[in-house]
Every structure is written in structure tokens, then in C-alpha cells.
């Protein structure tokens, strides 16, 4: 999923700097033009990362709480069998 939002990144910068090169604009312009959507292209991996940044970390709390639900079902069972061999 990140690869695709990279790609339309990617291709729709590289189309506006083509679309930059032709026009026919100032030299300050255009730089200003071609950093702009650098930078709106930058912001938006940026944003994707952060993304998945934060639902990796929900998983990660999600994993460990399963582990810890188990771990209490494991030792209440282990109890359980314990005092019933007594």
C-alpha cells in the first residue's frame, strides 16, 4: 500500500516537473514550482509513514496483550490441574 501511494508520488512530481520544464515561466518561478511539489511530495511520505508508524505500534500493543491474555490462561490452567492432581 505504501508503494503505491510512493509510485502516484513519484509519477505525479515527475509529471508536474515535466509540465514545469515546458511552461513558460521566470527561472525563480519555476524553482519555486519544482521545490513546491518536492516538498508536497516529502510531506506526503512523510504522512504515509507516520501512518504506519502508528498502526504498526497499535499491532505490536495488540500482539503483546494477546501474549499476556494467554500467559494468565496458561498459568490459571496449570493452577487448576495442579490442585486437582493434590
Known amino acids: 500500500m505504501a508503494g503505491s ?3 502516484i508520488s513519484y509519477w505525479s512530481g515527475g509529471g508536474g516537473g515535466l509540465g514545469v520544464l515546458f511552461a513558460l515561466k ?5 524553482r519555486d514550482q519544482i521545490s ?3 516538498k508536497d511530495g ?3 511520505i ?4 507516520n501512518k ?3 498502526r504498526a505500534q497499535k ?3 495488540n500482539a503483546k496483550e494477546h501474549v499476556k491474555d494467554v500467559a ?4 490459571h490452567s496449570f493452577r487448576e490441574a495442579k490442585a486437582a492432581v493434590s
Open 36 to 38: 513546491g511539489s518536492i
Open 72 to 75: 494468565e490462561a496458561g498459568e
Open 5 to 7: 501511494y510512493i509510485r
Open 42 to 44: 516529502v510531506d506526503s
Open 46 to 49: 512523510a504522512a504515509e509513514g
Open 26 to 30: 521566470s527561472g525563480e518561478e519555476t
Open 52 to 54: 504506519l508508524s502508528r
Open 59 to 61: 499491532t505490536i500493543a
